[in-house]
């Protein structure tokens, strides 16, 4: 299982997506709207990603650091079913690799103009920050796992 936290990340994947964020994205909170929830939950996973190294769930091969964001997760898988079939990946996720590529799939999916303009019609639904469901944050009873995923994929011992 991979542990490692990220030491430069490259943003510029997510730059196409900064014209939705200025106009969706609140000040604080979740917003108004769907669309404003979808935005908050969607920036709230790559942002603790990238930042910190926290994954959605860590009960597979995939572990992510202290904070619990699992929340923003389940809201998403709840409320737009267009995000179950990736976000269920995490299942099988194994790397960095894997995951970043979940959160891309994840945002072109929920970046779509057409999926925003339909979510600004309808009012704020649960906490896009809070939701029960699926995906959980285990906090390990200890930190001396026997085996690691490292960046290849490949096991190696600690």
């Known amino acids: 299982m991979e542990t490692k936290k990220l030491e430069s990340v490259d943003w510029s994947y997510f730059d196409k997506f900064e014209y939705?964020?200025?106009?969706?994205?609140?000040?604080?909170?979740?917003?108004?709207?769907?669309?404003?929830?979808?935005?908050?939950?969607?920036?709230?996973?790559?942002?603790k990603w990238y930042n910190d190294g926290d994954v959605y769930d860590n009960q597979y091969y995939?572990?992510?650091?202290?904070n619990d964001i699992s929340g923003s997760a389940n809201w998403l898988y709840k409320y737009i079913p267009e995000t179950q079939e990736i976000l269920i990946k995490i299942k099988n996720c194994k790397n960095s690799i894997e995951y970043e590529n979940i959160l891309k799939?994840?945002?072109?999916?929920?970046?779509?103009?057409?999926?925003?303009n339909e979510l600004n019609q309808k009012n704020k639904v649960?906490?896009?920050y809070n939701?029960?469901?699926?995906?959980?944050?285990?906090?390990?009873?200890?930190?001396?796992?026997e085996y690691y995923y490292d960046e290849d994929n490949e096991e190696e011992e600690y």
């Open 20 to 47: 939705y964020n200025d106009i969706l994205l609140p000040a604080k909170g979740d917003g108004i709207t769907m669309a404003s929830q979808a935005v908050t939950a969607c920036c709230k996973l790559v942002y």
């Open 62 to 66: 995939l572990i992510g650091w202290a």
């Open 105 to 116: 799939e994840l945002c072109d999916i929920v970046y779509s103009p057409e999926l925003l």
């Open 126 to 128: 649960g906490d896009a």
């Open 131 to 145: 939701e029960d469901g699926l995906f959980k944050y285990v906090e390990p009873s200890y930190y001396e796992e």
